[in-house]
Structure formats: C-alpha cells, structure tokens
C-alpha cells in the first residue's frame, strides 16, 4: 500500500490550493479515505472523510463550508479543495486509509498560509 500526497505549497490567507492523494497497493474503489493535518505542536486531527463510493463526505467543523473532499476511483486519486485559506490551516496534510485493522498513511505535504 502507497498513498502520495501532493499540491502542499505557501499561500496567502483567503486563498485556494487541491490536494491530491495518489493511491496504490490496493483495491482504492472499496475504501473510504480520510485527510487528517497536523499544526506544530498540535496533536494529528481528522479533517475530512470520503466514503468508498463517494457518496458520503464529512467535514470538521473548522473546515467546513470552506474545504471540499472528492475522489476519483478511476485514477485511485483522492483530493482536497481548499478555499478561503487561514492562517490556522497551516499544518502537514496527510491521506489515510483503513484498510481491515490496520492504518496507512502517507508522508504528508506542507501547506502554510501566510502573508
């Protein structure tokens, strides 16, 4: 199992960057993903859920309205819109998934938001 993430970057507050999650290893159409983040000094926090199909998203209150979780079962991508981008946004990204008992993450991509 291998999951990349990508797009990280520094960028201004207020505005945008997507994500992506590039997924091998295994059958990416039967499990739903996750993107946690990780501020400094900040334990790991989940941001969003995407089932396996697509069909059911979840959002932490923080990002909602402002964040948008999508997934692409044909090119086993997973991705994050990011909108409206704060300072308190700045953390390490990172795509998960469950896979039976056992969790596999990526190796996180750094987005920083600031002026």
């Known amino acids: 199992v291998q999951l990349v993430e990508s797009g990280g970057d520094l960028v201004q507050p207020g505005g945008s960057l997507r994500l992506s999650c590039a997924a091998s290893?295994?059958?990416?159409?039967?499990?739903?993903m996750n993107w946690y983040r990780q501020a400094p000094g900040k334990e790991r926090e989940l941001v969003s859920y995407?089932?396996?199909?697509?069909?059911?998203?979840n959002y932490a209150d923080s990002v909602k309205g402002r964040f948008t979780i999508s997934r692409d079962n044909a090119k086993n991508t997973v991705y994050l819109q990011m909108n409206s981008l704060k300072p308190e946004d700045t953390a390490v990204y990172y795509c998960?998934?469950?896979?039976?008992?056992?969790?596999?993450w990526g190796q996180g991509t750094q987005v920083t938001v600031s002026s």
């Open positions: 290893g295994f059958t990416f159409s039967s499990y739903a």
């Open positions: 995407i089932s396996s199909g697509g069909g059911t998203t």
């Open positions: 998960h998934a469950r896979i039976t008992i056992r969790a596999y």
